[in-house]
């Protein structure tokens, strides 16, 4: 559990926040400049607030009069860039924190880095050297374990690459602070979630319920909003796969594990109201809801509905609301587009 | 090979053993240096720069004679380490103080630009790694540096090797112990005609001054290289 509670003033910027992080990965989200990188400095001691306190696991780090330098925090710390040491090779890069008699089979396996393993990090691409990074921090033994913005230097490609190995990170148990501006990567790997903006905690809770808070939908912007459902692969053939989630069983394209934890993601802009049960579409996805809660964006309105047991999103414009007769206690139709627009990914449990 | 009188030859084997202790012996000191004044934070930085500086700008005799002031009998430190037995002046060892001291700002100079050269986000990453500062310097900066810090061992080598006037002020030409290859090429150059090891000795001044060049260039990109991991 990590506590962080600081104020540090640099210039015009006033960074005050207070925010908890327990196990699982907790997402520090927000735009560029919002302070994000402050905090994750400030907590892994790079950087020293004005004053406050940051404890993990009920120890004091800083505050109460203490100021413990970074080596003895037991933080590990992947950088935007990779910063390998180049002169020393992927193998020695690996072990430069980890305690003595280690062995980095099962990390190196992890992150697909065996054959890398007596390469030099000058040779190495931006994908191969964020995962050497990720692995050096992780065969440290952190007792936290700070992510700043790892996939931010790659390209989507790269970007896209990286990402199944952090899913795989979230197994191994080690608490995750994880910076990020993307909300797709958010949205993906977090289990709670943090929205900062201009030096102040917006939001803070578990990641579902926030992604379905349509007031967050208000601070995340147009096109970001949606929610995430997790469940699990119950049937696999072809191209598609069927989900067991909250809201009920969903189709979806693309491979899948049977049994496997999966994520996905319903944009709120990938959700369509319909008044009666729609017949005959391309979509499979039909399922009946509950409005719960309508947010006017002015443009069009922020609709939370029920499905099943979990909460959803749909983006519908100003007429919409009239026409469908939309308000709270209405029971109406949602056809959900998982596929192609939104993203799902493998769980813990399984490889991708 | 060049045919040498004997005193020629002990020129040259007591320059060798004095420039490399000089440079050895201050190298340590030499680091030190050059690391506060790359990275350190304090007041008076620019005096102790000035004062490292001090023996590339002032004439090397009056270094010599400062040294002589300081380190005589009669100095304050000369007059505690003469009734020890531990006396300098005149002596090799003072010759290579003297050789060192002038040497010291190029070795300094050379190392402390390898070191602002060191990304200091490199040493952030090894401290989020447990290292504490001085295993982060041990493991990170130096090997980092050490292309400068080679550099910087020739090039102080060099000039060390080539010391004149600070030398000869300081502890004299006394034949066998403080007369080096400079201070024979000059007690040579005294003799009308010049002596048989005259052209002899200038001849290896020359080769160890371009050899120590060479060294330097042909080391430099091959430890840069491994360095950049490549």
Known sequence: MLEVAIRRVVGDFVLDVDLRASSGVTALFGPSGAGKTSVARCVAGLARPDAGRIALDGQVLFGEGVDMPPHRRGIGYVFQEARLFPHLDVRANLLYGAPRGVDLGAVADMLDIVPLLDRRPGGLSGGEAARVAIGRALLRAPKLLILDEPLAALDARRRAAILPYLERLRGQGVPILYISHAIEEVARLATTLVLLRDGKVQAAGPIADLLADPDMAVLLGPGQAGAVLEGQVIGSDAGSARIQTAAGTLAVTGQAEMGATVRLRVRASDVTLADRKPEGLSEPNVLPARVEVITDLGSGAMVRLRVGEASVLSQVGRDAVTALALAPGRDIWVVLRVAGAARWASGESQAP | ?230
């Open chain 2, 1 to 230: 090979m060049i045919a040498l009188p004997p005193e020629a030859w002990e020129a040259l084997a007591l320059s060798l053993r004095v420039s490399v202790v000089a440079v050895l012996a201050s190298l340590p000191l030499a680091i030190w240096v050059a690391h506060v004044l790359a990275r350190g934070a304090f007041r008076g930085k620019g005096v102790l720069d000035a004062l490292v500086h001090l023996p590339l700008v002032l004439p090397p005799v009056v270094t010599g004679y400062a040294l002589l002031l300081l380190f005589s009998r009669a100095g304050p430190i000369g007059g505690v380490l003469e009734p020890l037995g531990l006396g300098i002046a005149f002596r090799w060892t003072g010759a290579a103080l003297a050789a060192a001291v002038m040497a010291f700002p190029l070795v300094v100079r050379s190392i402390r630009l390898a070191i602002e050269a060191v990304d200091p986000k490199l040493e952030e990453a090894a401290a989020t790694l447990g290292a504490s500062p001085w295993r982060v310097w041990i493991t990170v900066t130096l090997p980092m540096a050490a292309p400068g810090v080679l550099a910087g061992v020739v090039m102080g080598f060099a000039k060390a090797f080539g010391e004149f006037g600070a030398t000869i002020t300081f502890v004299a030409s006394i034949p066998g112990e403080t007369r080096t290859l400079p201070s024979a090429i000059y007690a040579f150059l005294q003799v009308p005609g010049g002596g048989d090891g005259l052209r002899g000795l200038v001849l290896i001044a020359v080769v160890i001054a371009v050899g120590a060049v060479l060294v330097a260039d042909w080391l430099a990109p091959r430890v840069a290289a491994r360095i950049a991991g490549r």
